[in-house]
C-alpha cells in the first residue's frame, strides 16, 4: 500500500487540521518558528476544503486528531500527559483521548465476541454492559462471569481497527521517506526505523492474545510489589479480537479532584509511579509501555493499578546497565562518566570528543537538579537535547524508542499528580539500589557464571567446533593464484584527478 497515493493522505492531515481550527492551536502549542508556521499553514490552507470535518462539539485538536484516525489519536495521548510541553490547555483537550472516544454499538461487541469465542454471549455472561470505555483500538465492557459470577473487563477490537491503522502507518512511511530526501541532516534520526519499529508495536496491540500473554508475564514479575496490582487474564475467554480480565475498580488517575476527596495523597503516588516504571525497567527489563493515565487507576486501599498491556517495552540486560549507568551519573553530577558510556556504548560516534560531550551533559543535567518540576521547562529541555544530538552525530536507538517514550509520560503522569516533584530524588534511591547489585564485583561474579554455565551446555560440542575452526584456518593458509591485469597508466591518472577535486570539493564544504 505505500506509495506516492499517500500523499492525498498526508495533505488530508494538513487541511484537517486547518479546517478543525487545530493548525493554530498545534503550532502554538509547540512554539513553531515563523518560517515552519509559513510552511504549515502553505501546505494545509489551499487544501483546507479537503479535510474532514470530525466532531463539531469537541476542542479543535481533539477534533482534528480523533477524524484522522488511530494512529494520530495515539500520538495525542502521549500529548496529552506533557502540559510542559504543549501547554495546559491543550493537555485539558487531548485528555479526551485517553478513554473517552465514541464507542461503537454493543451488538456489534457481542457477535464479535460469539465469533471469535464460539458460545454465546449469554452463556458465557450472566451480566453485559454498555461500553464503559472507548479508546482508539478497543472498547471495554464490564460483565459477570455466568459461572462464578465474578466481575470481569471484556477488552473488544473496533471492527476494521487493523485496516485504518495501516492506512496511517503507510503514510507515515511516506513522510518518513521524505524527510530522509529532503533533510539529509535528519537521516541520523532513522525516521523509516522508527516508523518500522511503531509499526510492529502497533501490530503487536491488534492481536490481543498477545495482550493475555504480557498481562500474565507482567502480573507474574510484579506479583511482590508493594501498592501495585494487575489484573489476571481470562485465558479461556481470550483470544485475537476478545480479551477478559479481572475487573479493576478505581479511580482514575487523571481524576486529581476525585483522588483528593478519596484520601488518597497525589505526592506518594507521584512518586510510585516513578518507582514502579524505573523498577520494572531496570529490574525486570519488561515494562508497561503506555502508562499514560487513562491506563491507570487508584484502587480503594491506595494501590496503583495497571491495565491495558498491549504496548509493553522489552530491553536486555546490557542496555539496562547502561541506561542506569547514565541515570547514575546525572544524580551523581559525574557528566564525565556519563559522556565515558554514551560512547563505551556505541550511542555516540568514536571521533567526537568526550570532554565536549561531557560540558554538553552538564548543559543538560545542572539546570534540573534539584529543581521541582513547576520550575522546569521540560520543552526548551527537549529542544537542547535535539542540539546536542545533532551536534555529536548522535542515531536514534529504535531499540530504546519505547523506553524514553514512556519515561517522558510517566514523568508526566507524575508531574500531574505532584507539580512540584523532584524527579532524581525519586529515582535515586531505584537506581542506586540496581548499580549496586548489578554493576562492580558482585555482577562480574554473576556474569562469569553465566558464561561458564553456556560453555558447560556447548561441552559436548567444543572439541568438533575447535577442530573445524583450526582446519578453516590452516586452508585459509592455502595459496591462491592471483591473476594480475596491468592497468593503462591513463586509468591511474584519471583516478588521481578525480580524487584531487574531490578534495578540493570537501575543502570548500568545510
Do not use: C
Not at 479537503?50 to 484516525?69: E, F, H, N, V, Y
Amino acid at each position: 500500500m505505500r506509495g506516492p497515493h499517500n500523499i492525498i493522505r498526508l495533505i488530508r492531515t494538513g487541511a484537517t487540521l486547518e479546517r478543525t481550527g487545530a493548525m493554530d492551536v498545534v503550532l502554538e502549542a509547540f512554539r513553531a518558528p515563523p518560517r515552519l508556521r509559513f510552511a504549515a499553514r502553505m501546505l494545509g490552507w489551499p487544501f483546507k476544503w479537503l479535510g474532514l470535518k470530525g466532531d463539531p462539539a469537541l476542542p479543535p485538536a481533539t477534533r482534528a486528531l480523533t477524524a484522522l484516525g488511530p494512529a494520530y489519536i495515539k500520538f495525542g495521548q502521549v500529548l496529552s500527559t506533557r502540559p510542559d510541553i504543549v501547554g495546559d490547555e491543550l493537555a485539558v483537550q487531548l485528555k479526551y483521548l485517553q478513554d473517552k472516544l465514541p464507542p461503537f454499538p454493543t451488538e456489534i461487541a457481542k457477535r464479535m465476541i460469539e465469533a471469535e469465542l464460539e458460545l454465546p454471549v449469554s452463556e458465557l455472561f450472566s451480566e453485559f454492559s454498555e461500553p464503559v470505555a472507548a479508546a482508539s483500538i478497543a472498547q471495554v465492557h464490564r460483565a459477570r462471569l455466568a459461572d462464578t459470577g465474578e466481575d470481569v473487563a471484556v477488552k473488544v477490537l473496533r471492527p476494521g481497527i487493523e485496516r485504518a491503522f495501516r492506512k496511517d502507518i503507510d503514510a507515515f512511511y511516506l513522510a518518513a521517506r521524505g524527510i530522509e530526501l529532503l533533510a539529509p541532516a535528519a537521516r541520523r534520526l532513522r525516521p523509516m526505523d522508527v516508523i518500522t519499529h511503531f509499526e510492529g508495536v502497533v501490530m503487536g496491540e491488534l492481536d490481543l492474545r498477545l495482550e493475555s500473554s504480557a498481562a500474565a508475564e507482567f502480573g507474574s514479575n510484579t506479583a511482590k510489589d508493594e501498592g501495585f496490582q494487575v489484573p489476571k487474564p481470562y485465558w479461556f475467554l481470550s483470544s485475537r479480537n476478545v480479551m477478559t480480565l479481572g475487573w479493576a475498580e478505581g479511580i482514575g488517575l487523571n481524576e486529581n479532584a476525585a483522588i483528593d476527596a478519596a484520601g488518597h495523597d497525589r505526592k506518594v503516588l507521584g512518586a510510585r509511579v516513578l518507582h514502579l516504571f524505573l523498577n520494572h525497567a531496570l529490574r525486570d527489563g519488561f515494562f508497561h509501555a503506555d502508562m499514560h493515565q487513562g491506563n491507570l487507576k487508584i484502587a480503594p486501599n491506595g494501590d496503583i493499578i495497571a491495565y491495558d498491556f498491549g504496548i509493553m517495552g522489552r530491553i536486555d540486560e546490557y542496555t539496562r546497565r547502561v541506561y542506569a549507568e547514565i541515570l547514575f551519573g546525572f544524580i551523581r553530577k559525574d557528566y564525565r562518566r556519563v559522556a565515558e558510556v554514551h560512547f563505551e556504548a556505541g550511542y555516540v560516534p568514536p571521533d567526537r570528543d568526550i570532554d565536549e560531550f561531557a560540558r554538553a551533559l552538564r548543559a543538560v543535567g545542572e539546570p534540573i537538579f534539584g529543581m521541582d518540576a513547576s520550575r522546569i521547562s521540560m520543552a526548551r529541555l527537549l529542544a537542547y537535547l535535539f542540539e546536542v544530538t545533532e551536534r555529536f552525530g548522535m542515531e536514534t536507538r529504535t531499540e530504546l524508542i519505547l523506553l524514553q517514550r514512556t519515561m517522558v509520560v510517566v514523568e508526566g503522569v507524575a508531574r500531574s499528580l505532584d507539580p512540584h516533584i523532584n524527579i532524581w530524588e525519586v529515582a535515586k534511591p531505584i537506581v542506586e539500589g540496581y548499580i549496586k547489585e548489578n554493576v562492580g564485583p558482585k555482577a562480574l561474579l554473576r556474569d562469569l557464571a553465566k558464561t561458564a554455565r553456556v560453555l558447560a551446555r556447548f561441552g559436548p560440542k567444543l572439541p568438533a567446533l575447535v577442530e573445524a575452526q583450526l582446519i578453516k584456518a590452516g586452508n585459509s593458509l592455502t595459496p591462491v593464484a592471483v591473476v594480475r591485469r596491468r592497468v593503462h597508466p591513463l586509468v591511474w591518472v584519471a583516478v588521481i584527478l578525480a580524487a584531487f577535486a574531490a578534495g578540493l570539493g570537501v575543502a570548500e564544504l568545510l
